[in-house]
Structure formats: structure tokens, C-alpha cells
């Protein structure tokens, strides 16, 4: 008995080609932040997502079901879990350079606390890495609009074309979550043009000087009255004249 479009299985594409450099990354120089293993993740987990979707295929469950298993929630938050990971790297980093620097000019250790990197400002760092992701949702979008044609696909010839349109989305999601990490990265290398003035600045810190200069004229002022009371150019209040026998 021939099976009807509407329960054909669905054939999952397989991923890995698609996404590129998110698997094997290709550089020239050590990043600043290593976040190689934080891409790593992303990458295992949509594959693991398309693999749950090839499972249910195989062992016959209904299209509804596959093609969630590759809808936009999991790939979203997949993404946002590989930003933030990156961002919290990124902003300890970060701190730990604040605070290394800061500890060889001897900058005390409340105003090294004040310069680190506030809830806001790791806010809008997360906002900052995550603006290369527009181009995934697009892509996105367009996985769900196929998923809906498929699966109100009816006729043969037409399964096929939908399933064929799908596969095409879900490879052009890859791609473009592919790109979205190639923009992350370059928006950590921005980050650190942002933060060299800073460091910069941090590295030329020397404590104030008028404390110093404040104690020692006090110290001075008070070593020429006690010369002068001593040298009998001056009446010694009763309480020293006390201790010093006059």
C-alpha cells in the first residue's frame, strides 16, 4: 500500500556541511577571547537537533513532530545560550585584565571593584554579540514558512517539492547561523578595540600625590615648631613642658 504525502517520512538534511567554520574554525591569529569550544557546543547541539528529528522520522512519528524538533525554538535558543556563554567569557576577561592591570600600578582594590564591568554594561555586551544573529532568525522564518507548506503539502509531486523546499531552508539556516557566529567572533575583536583605551589608561594610574604632600608638611611643620619650642624660641604648651621636664 502506498503511503500518503501526508505521512511520508520526512528526510532531515544533515547539517555539518552547512555549517562551515562554526565546526572548523579558520584563522590566522589566537583570538583574543578563545571561545572555539562555546561554537563547538552550538554546533553539537543543532546537530543533536536535527538528529532527534531524523530519529523521529525513522521510527515513524507524525511530520508535526519532525519538523518541530528543527523549528525555531530550539535553533534560538541554542544561539542565545552559546551568546551569553560567550558574553560572560567575554566580560570576565575582561575583569580579570582590570584587575591584573590595576594590581601592578597599585590601584586600590575598591577602585579596581568600581571600574569592572557593572549588570549593564554585561547587558548591553550580550546585546552587542548578539546583533549578528538578525540574519538566523530571517533564515528562521523561512524554515517555519516551509514547514507549514510541508505540511499541508497533498499530492506526490507536490510532497516532494515542499520536503525539497524545507531541506533548502533548514541548509540555509545553518549557513546563517554559521555567519551569525562569524559576526559574533568579529564583535569580540571589537570589544577589544573598544577596551584597549581603558586598559590603557588604567595601565598609566599612579596614586595621588597630595596625601603625600599633605603629611609631609604637616610632618615638617610639626618638626620646626618643636625645634623652636626646644631651642627656647617658643613657650611649650604645659602638657609637653610636663613630659619634657621644664
Not at 4 to 31: D, F, H, N, Q, Y
Amino acid at each position: 500500500m502506498t503511503a500518503t504525502p501526508s505521512s511520508a517520512p520526512v528526510r532531515v538534511p544533515e547539517l555539518a556541511p552547512a555549517l562551515g567554520r562554526l565546526i572548523v574554525p579558520r584563522r590566522s591569529e589566537t583570538p583574543w577571547v578563545p571561545l572555539d569550544d562555546v561554537g563547538d557546543e552550538l554546533a553539537t547541539r543543532v546537530i543533536e537537533l536535527a538528529g532527534e528529528a531524523r530519529r523521529l522520522a525513522a521510527e515513524g512519528g507524525d511530520r508535526v513532530s519532525v519538523l518541530e524538533a528543527l523549528g525555531r525554538p530550539g535553533w534560538l535558543a541554542a544561539w542565545d545560550q552559546a551568546v551569553r556563554r560567550a558574553s560572560e567569557r567575554v566580560a570576565d576577561h575582561l575583569d580579570d585584565q582590570i584587575e591584573r592591570v590595576g594590581r601592578r600600578v597599585r590601584m586600590p582594590r575598591r577602585k579596581r571593584r568600581a571600574r569592572m564591568l557593572a549588570g549593564v554594561e554585561r547587558r548591553a555586551l550580550v546585546a552587542r554579540l548578539s546583533a549578528g544573529g538578525s540574519g538566523l532568525v530571517d533564515a528562521l522564518d523561512e524554515v517555519a514558512r516551509a514547514a507549514a507548506r510541508l505540511e499541508g503539502a497533498a499530492g506526490e509531486d507536490r510532497d516532494d517539492e515542499a520536503q525539497a523546499a524545507w531541506r533548502d531552508a533548514v541548509q540555509a539556516a545553518a549557513r546563517r547561523l554559521e555567519a551569525a557566529w562569524l559576526a559574533l567572533e568579529q564583535a569580540v575583536e571589537a570589544e577589544r578595540r573598544r577596551w584597549e583605551p581603558e586598559l590603557a589608561a588604567l595601565a598609566r594610574w599612579r596614586p595621588a600625590l597630595w596625601p603625600v604632600l599633605v603629611g609631609w608638611a604637616v610632618g615638617a611643620a610639626v618638626l620646626m615648631w618643636l625645634g623652636l619650642v626646644l631651642g627656647g624660641y617658643l613657650d611649650a604648651p604645659v602638657w609637653l613642658a610636663r613630659r619634657l621636664g621644664f
